[in-house]
């Protein structure tokens, strides 16, 4: 309805603006081509007859004449030149509105029409022809590169030569124990970009730390690189649901924009280094990518270059340092005001990764400032991930009772919605917004949409969900311990520190039926009694948030939104145990989660609630974080120990377990983040609550991370029992339009697929492993039918391969064997046998790996092999991909529905399609590169895969 | 506190902190073991030690795993065996490095080239001599008509030309038998036993030789009258003169061998006889009937192998003035020479694929070709006929090639329209041999449709006590591979006659590297000077053709000498020491088993002590710790992650700033040749006079790569690197 008002308004408007234009036009016309000549001659005869009336009697028939003749030609053009621009207004009327949906109209040859909407809707189209075509070949087209001088003209790339004296500092500050190798080396990368070997060599004769152990940990860690890197480093996200979304291609496309043709990483002008990352747990928003600090998700092919574009040109008006004013920084500049008498009004900007990802940082800047014009009627709020990640990003504006929800918001937004919640303060402020609206109005269309076309409805996203783990996210600031304390914070802690013994402790989780989140699903309380009857000292916690399974993000989610959570339950388990210290080990990809977690720390030490003797009792704890530098692996609790103590993250054989003998060789209790996250609710609420919820053997909530090709991304968290089935169709909606649900992935790398016909298997340990998947941390990336599950176990199995340790011959050479048959497979290249030594290889990689990430690396195979072996035997008997994804057996064909409109030409960085303007395209197969630009590319989706 | 552990169904009561694998050692239970050294923390990361603890659903590592009270374990099911050999068939699949040298692979009785070399450039005749004699039992034969697939394999052809190895051979073994004192093998005590060997070519001299050597006493039966089987009758005596052939038998004769000449299998004594009259028996009756041309009119055309023989036995063929030979192989090479000899003027050589895909040797058409022999290729014969004037008319076929068949080479399909008719005085028929069995029909002995049946890793026969080798197993093949089945025969005959089980002579299992890229080449050669290959002389052409005088001239000692000294010793510095490759070959891993990517190879030499090759390291990272252990300031570290893990020298120092004190320990307890003393331990497998050898031509867990390259194009071809591949002799 508003469209059509919209439009009728806008074709009144535009023919108000035609009739004066041919108004003018014709008295234009008429003063060129009339006036010089007939006129001059009418005023010489009119002076005649006025001084002679001879000649008046004479000349009057003939001055009648020439006046009459004078009038009709001078309507001629007046009516000529309206009806010329009439026309010419109409006509754009016709294209911009009354088009026929079907191109179909009036009978107008379907030909004319589509020429004709070509030509109103795009430049006119170049003729574009394949390199191979002969003599009138031009070069391979495809967008062009990025053009990088002006950035180089604002930051001139620059390699600081390595000072002792900043090593030295850094030592100073890090440490220079063993241990500190870890923090030592990303300081100096955080200088250098890169870990220069003076540096290196500076740290081993200053500290304790050997030539061997720097070196094996530089090369250890995916986060450390020894080449110098670029000014700017973007790294490109390989998690599961980016490369479920195109991550490679992303990847291929941004090397070629910036002219990397060669094996290196980073440009030839030194601009920007090109690194892949595990994950960055921004899946929601796959593909994504980072250029320093922004994140850019939602990338397709086609959209990279303009995102880098973004990005430059932001640089560039920030005049250097890159960032803007940070929302923190707003917070300061516009403090809250709350209006007089009036209901606190509470908007929240969610500000997680994913929403930071999507844009909340230029929202939040809006709202701070929108809100300051108004009078600063309402508080304005970063809060962490509400899991509708798929809305991010997100604001919720909570006025007493009334609670609005608004999704996909914008900067351009922010006005209107702050309009619509809190009134201006003050009659001139009134005044002034009002007339600002109408002015509004009359110049922007985007004003005429109401703000409530952004409203979302969360039920039937939340209505299935049990909030345990989450129940703060988003709805608190997570640096704010206060807010934590008034939603029930801290109380658990208080409870056990002043009521309960430590037995009674552990009691009370095993009573809840607790089980450890990190993926094996370990009984919690066993895990802790082991600890406790350790007879050594003193004794450890740690937190592990290495969240590195690639689709996986819920630790994280719970670290931004809800740090405090994390601390409380570390501090119940150190008290169950009878630790003093604690440790938050969290991945460094994860910037946000490591700045909230030493936030957090630093806050409760100064409320006492870490610390020396808190709450006056004998219980004293301290926790520091350690980052961890991107190693898969390190996740396993060995390996985790190794790397805290500033080694190479390679696991040792169980037993002795940490219980037994773990940091530092003494008891160490390893907890993951969402289990320690449970602990608060379970004892505010009573284990018996906990244990009400779920199966048998599982008890309580889980949270996932619901990505891939699924409607409703996003974190969730729901009872235990809860089917596959109602999480896939019932919160996330189900696959996209015209997909059929393929399968789930769950637990990543060590998990395996459940394929749809067993999508009514419960969320329980036992049941989920009975599929041949695991638990696991917790991610569910749900594939369609256009995804191929032999590639998909490709992609697993080159993840554990390359983050294999490379200490068991099984895990480091076996897994690589399967990666080669898996890749001989996905390139057609398969022979028969292939699967059968799969099999074989998987099963005894299973048995003959040291740790978890060896002895479940095989899983993805297992069960793709298990549930899509069909899909197998036609990649390597049939040469065929039946999802139509490996590209060495895949081929882009042009229907026939094809325009003509050379866009597809223009896309392909290959120079692949022979394109001639409004004749059907056709894909040249020996060029084709299978990049997949041209479908994006294409807007009447007239070009098949198959 | 002591606890008490079950393994493999023993108990045994140990002190806690004890581990699984320190517990079955004190049950006197080997369990395997590559990266755990005593005294080092385990390192667990080999998983050779795998060993199964009751309750356990992965293997555990026995050398971290500590006991526990009441803990089952089992060391040795098939379960744990089948992970321990994949897990060394992975190890061996990403090992950079030869463990023998390749041409000792290639070569089909494991002749120890380098040892021999050493002692030829060394100027030790008699030495070099032996060792040549010991393996080959025919040196100086081979040494001229072996198409040496050891060349073919020699690293020096990626820099200049193959070592001369055949040529060498021939020397020691030339000068040795005109020393006067010539080497004979000093046989062990009689054994009582005595062994009837059916046949007197290459694979019957070989058994006797190795028989006689045993103790045992050995019988020849041939049907011919001289000894020497092909070698004397099909192969003409400008390639072998007679004479060198008749020293060479005459080793065997002095070391007690009994010749029975004249003697004809079937004819004049059967098998039965023979297994009534001796303690075992060995067929070795070649195959000596030709094939036929396979069209109508086959039998106007003269047998090659009756043209040779009988060129050899002084008989006269009336062959005329023009002849033309079918075939592509060495037979046909030596049959149109002989013809060219014999005062044929024009000679013609017909061969149904092309030039490349001849099975003989390039030399030998390129030498028949200077003798005036043309060779006309992508022709077959269809039908021959006797013209009514008397003369020889051979209808013959263009061909194309077609899509290649299961040997790998390009079938012939023929031109519709282009036969084509030749007149000839004289048409041979050399396309191949084929096993003449009807002597053995009666007997219970099985027969295969290519000859008879034995077991390759014993040649034993369905019959107990008799065992069949050489040509009659195999089909027509090379000399050297009779030589060597001659050799598997008398091993197995002598387990056989000493009641032992009759195993054959099992082979240690050895890597070798594939095709070395160009980063490889270069680290390979970085320390080799370059050097051309010796040539010989050959006599010209208008004066060998008058004649069967030899064509080819021996080396002179100094170029001899000199050539040998070209041997650059690729074999492992640990070949004999290393520890997977004893375990590799006691559980049976086959190295290309997992063939894929593996690392580069490199060598590091810049040590005074000790080499480093990181392609050898299976990452068990003792060396890292010793290196820690004794505070070398730089010492060495484990590096990257993945399939790329490698020790390397921290922070881009060198070896020898490194591990300045340490290396000698570093390269003793490294289990494989990674780290190695210079200068220690030998190259080449070590000469021993049984040497190890699975002679039967089919290499059960090596497979020579180049040589399993589908094309025979991709492999190196130089002028003097002989190409035969399946050549008939």
């Known amino acids: ?946 | 506190m002591p606890l008490t552990l079950t393994i493999d169904g023993r108990t045994v009561t140990v002190e806690a902190g004890t581990t699984v694998l320190e517990a079955a050692r004190a049950l006197g239970i080997r369990v395997p073991t590559l990266c755990h050294v005593d005294g080092l923390p385990p390192s667990s990361s080999c998983f050779l030690c795998a060993v199964q603890v009751e309750g356990k659903p992965a293997l555990a590592p026995s050398c971290a795993m500590p006991a526990a009270e009441g803990m089952v374990v089992r060391t040795d099911t098939d379960e744990i065996r089948a992970s321990r050999k994949m897990a060394l068939e992975l190890l061996l699949s990403d090992h950079a490095g030869d463990c023998i040298g390749p041409c000792m692979t290639g070569c089909p009785a494991r002749f120890d080239i380098p040892g021999f070399l050493t002692e030829v450039a060394a100027g030790h005749d008699r030495r070099s001599a032996e060792i040549a004699a010991d393996f080959l039992v025919l040196p100086a034969a081979l040494g001229r008509i072996c198409p040496r697939l050891c060349e073919q394999r020699c690293h020096r052809c990626d820099a200049e030309a193959a070592l001369s190895v055949g040529g060498l051979h021939r020397y020691a073994a030339d000068r040795d038998l005109a020393s006067g004192s010539r080497y004979v093998p000093r046989p062990d005590a009689p054994s009582g036993k005595r062994v009837a060997i059916v046949g007197a070519g290459p694979a019957g001299l070989s058994a006797a030789y190795h028989l006689l050597r045993r103790g045992h006493a050995a019988v020849l039966f041939d049907a011919h009258d001289e000894p020497g089987g092909m070698l004397r009758y099909g192969i003409p005596a400008f390639r072998l003169p007679h004479e060198v052939l008749a020293q060479e038998v005459g080793v065997i004769r002095m070391l007690g061998g009994e010749f029975r000449m004249g003697v004809r299998l079937g004819a004049d004594v059967a098998l039965d006889a023979l297994r009534r009259e001796f303690d075992a028996v060995f067929l070795a009756i070649g195959a000596q009937t030709s094939r036929g041309l396979e069209c109508p009119g086959e039998e106007l055309a003269l047998p090659a192998v009756a043209f040779l023989e009988h060129a050899a036995t002084g008989r006269r063929d009336d062959i005329g003035d023009n002849v033309l030979v079918i075939g592509g192989g060495n037979t046909a090479m030596d049959a149109s020479r002989t013809a060219v000899r014999l005062g044929a003027h024009r000679v013609r050589v017909l061969y149904r694929r092309s030039r490349r895909e001849m099975p003989c040797l390039m030399a030998e058409v390129e030498a028949a070709e200077a003798e005036g022999v043309a060779v006309e290729t992508l022709v077959a014969p269809v039908r021959l006929e006797r013209s009514p004037a008397g003369r020889l008319q051979l209808t013959c076929v263009r061909m194309a090639l077609g899509a290649p068949d299961e040997s790998g080479r390009a079938r012939p399909v023929p031109i519709q329209g282009s036969a084509f008719t030749t007149e000839a005085s004289c048409v041979i028929a050399a396309i191949g041999q084929t096993v003449d069995a009807g002597g053995l029909r009666s007997d219970a002995l099985q027969i295969s449709r290519r000859g008879l049946l034995a077991d390759p890793a014993t040649l034993a026969t369905n019959l107990p006590g008799v065992f069949a080798g050489g040509d009659a197993v195999s089909g027509a093949d090379l000399a050297v591979r009779a030589v060597a089945a001659g050799r598997l025969a008398a091993v197995s005959i002598d387990q056989y006659l000493g009641g032992r089980r009759v195993q054959g002579d099992p082979e240690m299992v050895s890597v070798v590297m594939s095709r070395l890229d160009e980063q490889e080449l270069a680290a390979f050669f970085r320390q080799v000077e370059e050097a051309p290959r010796a040539a010989t002389v050959e006599r010209p052409v208008a004066d060998r053709i008058r004649d069967f005088g030899e064509v080819e001239s021996a080396f002179e000692p100094e170029a001899a000498r000199r050539e040998a000294a070209r041997c650059m010793n690729c074999g492992c510095w640990k070949a004999t020491t290393c520890q997977l490759r004893q375990y590799a070959t006691e559980y049976g891993a086959d190295p290309l088993r997992f063939a894929g990517a593996r690392r580069k190879f490199e060598r590091d030499a810049s040590h005074p002590e000790v080499v480093y090759e990181p392609g050898k390291c299976i990452l068990c990272g003792a060396c890292v710790q010793v290196a820690a252990e004794a505070g070398e300031t730089l010492g060495l570290a484990i590096v990257g992650r993945g399939f790329e893990v490698a020790v390397a020298v921290p922070l881009r120092g060198t070896l020898a700033e490194a591990i300045p004190a340490v290396a000698r320990r570093v390269a003793e307890i490294c289990p494989t040749g990674a780290f190695a003393l210079k200068g220690v331990g030998t190259c080449a497998a070590g000469h021993d006079d049984r040497p190890l050898a699975r002679p039967d031509g089919r290499q059960a867990t090596i497979i020579p790569l180049r040589l399993a390259l589908p094309n025979r194009d991709q492999v190196p071809r130089r002028a003097d690197v002989p190409s035969a591949v399946d050549e008939r002799r």
Not at chain 1, 266 to 285: K, Y
Not at chain 1, 473 to 492: F, H, I, K, T
């Open chain 1, 1 to 946: 309805m508003i469209a059509i008002v919209r439009s009728w308004l806008g074709l009144a408007a535009a023919a108000v603006a035609l009739a004066a234009a041919a108004w003018l036009v014709s008295e234009y016309l008429y003063a060129r081509h009339v006036t010089p000549v007939e006129k001059a001659r009418v005023e010489d005869l009119k002076q005649r007859a006025r001084t002679d009336t001879e000649v008046q009697k004479v000349l009057k028939p003939e001055w009648d004449r020439q006046h009459e003749e004078l009038v009709r030609r001078r309507n001629a053009y007046r009516y000529g030149g309206m009806a010329l621009l009439v026309a010419i207004g109409v006509f754009f009327a016709w294209m911009r509105w009354l088009r026929p949906p079907d191109g179909q109209w009036l009978g107008v040859p379907p030909r004319l029409v589509r020429m004709l909407a070509k030509a109103r809707d795009r430049p006119a189209p170049a003729v574009v022809s394949r390199a191979r075509a002969g003599s009138d070949a031009t070069p391979a087209p495809g967008p062009p590169g990025i053009d990088l001088s002006p950035l180089l003209r604002h930051h001139p790339v620059e390699n600081r030569a390595v000072e002792p004296g900043a090593i030295d500092a850094i030592l100073l500050s890090a440490g220079t124990r063993r241990d500190s190798l870890l923090p030592v080396l990303q300081a100096i990368q955080a200088r250098y970009r890169y870990l220069p070997d003076a540096a290196l060599r500076r740290v081993c004769e200053a500290s304790a730390i050997t030539p061997a152990q720097a070196a094996g940990v530089a090369t250890f860690y995916g986060q450390f690189r020894l080449t110098p890197a670029g000014a700017h480093i973007i790294r490109v996200c390989e998690g599961t649901a980016c490369h479920v979304a195109g991550a490679v291609e992303v990847r291929t496309e941004l090397r070629r924009c910036l002219g990397m043709t060669d094996g290196g990483d980073t440009d030839p002008t030194g601009t920007f280094t090109v690194e892949r990352v595990a994950c960055i747990g921004s899946c929601s928003l796959a593909p994504v990518i980072t250029v320093d600090d922004q994140i850019y998700g939602h990338l397709t092919a086609l959209s990279v270059s303009g995102a880098l574009r973004q990005f430059i040109d932001r640089a560039v008006a920030l005049g250097g340092n890159g960032h803007r004013r940070s929302p923190a920084a707003l917070a300061t500049l516009h403090p809250h005001v709350p209006g007089r008498g009036a209901p606190p009004i509470e908007i929240r900007i969610g500000s997680g990764t994913c929403g930071r990802a999507a844009g909340a940082d230029a929202v939040h800047a809006a709202l701070h400032e929108t809100v300051a014009a108004f009078g600063g009627g309402a508080l304005v709020k970063a809060v962490g991930c509400s899991g509708l990640c798929h809305h991010e990003p997100l604001v919720e504006v909570i006025a007493g009772e009334s609670r609005v929800l608004y999704g996909n918001v914008e900067a351009d937004d922010v006005r209107a919605l702050v309009r619509r919640h809190v009134p201006p303060a003050g009659l001139l402020r009134k005044v002034r917004e009002e007339v600002h609206d109408v002015s509004r109005r009359l110049v922007d269309d985007r004003a005429w949409t109401p703000i409530t076309s952004r409203a979302v409805d969360p039920a039937p996203y939340l209505d299935k969900q049990v909030r345990i783990v989450l129940e703060n996210c988003g709805a608190v600031d997570p640096l704010r311990l206060d807010e934590y304390r008034q939603r029930g914070g801290m109380r658990a802690l208080e409870t056990c520190l002043t009521r309960l013994t430590p037995d009674e402790v552990i009691d009370h989780v095993r009573r809840s039926g607790l089980r450890g989140r990190g993926g094996a699903g370990f009984p919690t309380a066993v895990k802790w009694d082991i600890t406790r009857r350790s007879a050594d000292s003193p004794k450890y916690v740690i937190c592990n948030g290495d969240e590195g399974d690639p689709g996986a993000f819920m630790d994280r989610a719970v670290l931004e939104s809800d740090p405090f959570r994390v601390i409380e339950g570390m501090a119940i388990a150190a008290y169950a145990i009878g630790a003093s210290e604690g440790i938050v080990y969290v991945r460094s990809e994860y910037p946000i989660a490591v700045r909230h977690a030493r936030a957090s720390i630093a806050a409760a030490e100064a409320h006492g609630w870490l610390g020396e003797r808190i709450l006056g009792t004998p219980f004293s704890f301290k926790v520091q974080v350690r980052e961890g530098a991107g190693a898969f692996v390190c996740g396993e609790e060995t390996a985790l120990i190794q790397s805290i103590e500033g080694e190479r993250g390679m696991p040792r054989l169980r037993p002795p377990y940490p219980a037994q003998s773990g940091l530092r060789g003494k008891p160490t209790l390893i907890n993951n983040v969402e289990t320690l996250a449970c602990l608060p609710w379970i004892f505010r609420h009573g284990p018996d609550a906990f244990a009400a919820l779920g199966t048998d053997t599982s008890k309580g909530t889980k949270v996932f991370s619901l990505t891939g090709k699924v409607k409703r991304s996003g974190l969730i968290e729901v009872p235990m029992g809860i089917t596959i089935r109602e999480i896939v169709e019932g919160i996330g909606g189900g696959v996209p339009e015209g997909r059929q649900f393929k399968a789930v992935l769950a637990g990543g790398p060590s998990g395996g697929c459940i394929p749809a016909h067993l999508a009514d298997t419960p969320v329980d340990f036992e049941a989920l492993a009975s599929t041949g998947a695991i638990m696991g941390s917790g991610g569910l990336v749900v594939l369609d039918n256009r995804d191929c599950a032999v590639e998909i176990a490709r992609y697993f199995l080159q993840f554990t391969q390359n983050e294999s340790c490379g200490k068991c011959t099984y895990c480091r050479v076996g897994t690589k064997r399967m990666l080669e048959i898996l890749e001989r497979i996905c390139a057609g290249r398969g022979v028969e046998g292939d699967i059968e030594t799969l099999d074989e290889l998987s099963a005894r990689v299973r048995t003959g790996s040291l740790c978890g990430l060896g002895q479940t690396a095989p899983n993805p195979v297992l069960t793709t092999l298990r549930y899509f072996r069909d899909e197998y035997e036609a990649h390597v008997r049939e040469r065929r991909c039946p999802a139509a994804v490996c590209k060495s057996l895949i081929h882009y064909r042009v229907l026939d529905h094809c325009t003509g409109c050379t866009l597809c030409a223009q896309a392909c960085p290959a120079g692949a399609i022979v394109a001639r303007p409004y004749v059907r395209h056709e894909v040249a197969d020996d060029l084709c590169t299978r990049c997949g630009m041209c479908v994006t590319a294409c807007p009447e989706n007239a070009i098949e895969v198959a």
